[in-house]
C-alpha cells in the first residue's frame, strides 16, 4: 500500500488517498493518488520497485485522486503499459498524456497475465465511475476495491481493526450512498449478486483508496454492510448552512 490522506487538522474526520504496488516478476502499481501529493507518491513507489522495472500501471478508475500522477508515472525512462479501458481514454480527454501505443484496454471479468499470477479486473458493488474495475490478485488473496469499502478516519492508521467498529461500518454505509446516490435506486437481489462476485474471491484482505487495510474477521464484517448500505440511514451530505459556518469562522480567523 502506498498512504496518503486529506483532511487531517482540517476536518473532523480524514479520508485515505491510498494506491498500490504489486512487487511480482512483472511489478505493478496500481491507482496514483492525487496530484498534490506527487513527490511523496513518486517516492514511495519508487523506494519499492525501479521506475525502469515497472511492468503495468493499472488505473481503476479516471477520477482525480486515482490519476493524479498517472502521466509523471509513465513519464522519463518508464517502460509500463498503462492498463485502463476505453470510456477511460475517453474521458481523460487531453489530460491523458500517455499515447495509445502504450495503453492496454482490459474490462471488467477480463484478465491481465503478469507473469507469475493472472489479476482479475473484478467492478466492486460501489463506485462512482461508469470506467472502474477492481483489481483481484488470487496469489496473495488482496482484492483492490477502488472506491469501495471507503470509510472516513479520526486520525490516519493503517488497518480498520484500528476503527472503533460502530464508527467504521457507519462510515462505509455512509461514503457508499455519498459515492453511489444510485443505490437507493437499484433492485436489490441484483445489487446483492455484485456483492456475491466480490465475496466469491474468498479476498484476504481487502484494500481500496479511501480505506486503511481491511484483515480477517473484518473482511465479511465490510462485506455484510456494504450488503445493507442501501437501506442504512446516514448523515446528510454538508449544505449551504455548514458553508456558511466555514464562511463565518474564515471571516473571523481572517
Ligand atoms: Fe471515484
Ligand atoms: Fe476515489
Redesign the pocket.
Known sequence: MIHDHQGEGEAPVCVALNSMVIRGKEPVVVDTGEAANRDQFLADVFSLVDPTDIRWLFI????V??TGNLNALMAGRSNATLVINWFMAERMGVSLAVPPTRWRWIGDGETLDVGDRRLHAIRPPI???PT?RGLFDPRTGVYWA??SFATPMLVPVDDVAHLDRDFWTQGIATFGQY?SPWLALVDDRRYQATVDRVEALNPSVLVG?HTPAIRAERVPAAIEVTRRTPSMTVAPEPDQSVLDEIQRVLAVAA
Open positions: 481503476s478508475h479516471d477520477d485522486d486515482h463506485f462512482d465511475s472502474t477502488s472506491d459515492i483508496c
